[in-house]
């Protein structure tokens, strides 16, 4: 299976900054890595797919960029609604296997 | 507007059955790949199986071959997933995602829990 290693697991910040989560593909993927967010109590949902096209709703704030095994999150200008957790999932190969989380909180 | 409702969910002891059931709606079922993700309680989110357009090809995590089946009904709308032979790492919840082109899942359901327990 491909695994995928997140980085950081967790992450303070204060509402106004940007912030960047890192995944890391144990092989190259090319460009099927795609983005969640989760609130608690919450369904995940699709932020990114395909390293870096937004999903419809997804305000431009938010951006994703990388290919083969690296890939990032950015978020500028964090709102209320960012503070939550962040999965990042290979869907090159089964099992689309997910990252084991960032949490971002307020500092 | 899509929608994903899950049932069928419930507790279980050891080496017993449930099968999950999912209905969709506001989308053209037979034009998605469809799957299974779980979650259990604390820990990320864990891709268990998919299912083509057609039923005609199905891919499962390690874990749970050969006691899960993922099947669908196109003219029923509806997703589901026999699951045999129950362990309490099976325990989660289990949550219905309709997948886009490329894998990545775009809609989610709310989820149905599993508690395998003796």
């Known amino acids: 299976d491909i695994q995928m290693t997140q980085s950081p697991s967790s992450l303070s910040a204060s509402g106004g900054d940007r912030v960047t989560i890192t995944c890391r593909a144990s092989?190259?993927?090319?460009?099927?890595l795609n983005w969640y967010r989760q609130r608690p109590g919450k369904a995940p949902e699709l932020l990114i797919y395909?390293?870096?096209t937004l999903q419809v709703g997804v305000p431009s704030r938010i951006s994703g960029s990388g290919s083969g095994r690296d890939f990032t999150l950015t978020i500028r200008s964090l709102q209320r609604e960012d503070f939550a957790t962040y999965y990042c999932?290979?869907?090159?190969?089964?099992?689309?296997?997910f990252g084991r989380g960032t949490k971002l909180e307020i500092k | 507007e899509v929608q994903l409702v899950e049932s069928g969910g419930g507790l279980v002891q050891p080496g017993g059955s449930l099968r999950l059931s999912c209905e969709a709606s506001g989308f053209i079922f037979t034009n998605h790949w469809m799957s299974w993700v779980r979650q259990a309680p604390g820990k990320g989110p864990e891709w268990v199986a998919n299912i083509r357009e057609d039923g005609s090809e199905k891919k499962y995590v390690e874990s749970v071959k050969g006691r899960f089946t993922i099947s669908r009904d196109n003219a029923r709308t509806s997703l589901y997933l026999h699951m045999n032979d129950l362990r309490d790492e099976d325990s989660a919840l289990y949550y219905c995602?309709?997948?886009?082109?490329?894998?990545?899942?775009?809609?989610w359901g709310q989820g149905t829990l599993v508690t395998v327990s003796s």
């Open positions: 092989e190259n993927i090319i460009n099927f």
């Open positions: 395909g390293a870096s």
């Open positions: 995602v309709r997948d886009r082109r490329g894998g990545a899942n775009d809609y």
């Open positions: 999932q290979q869907s090159y190969r089964t099992p689309h296997t």
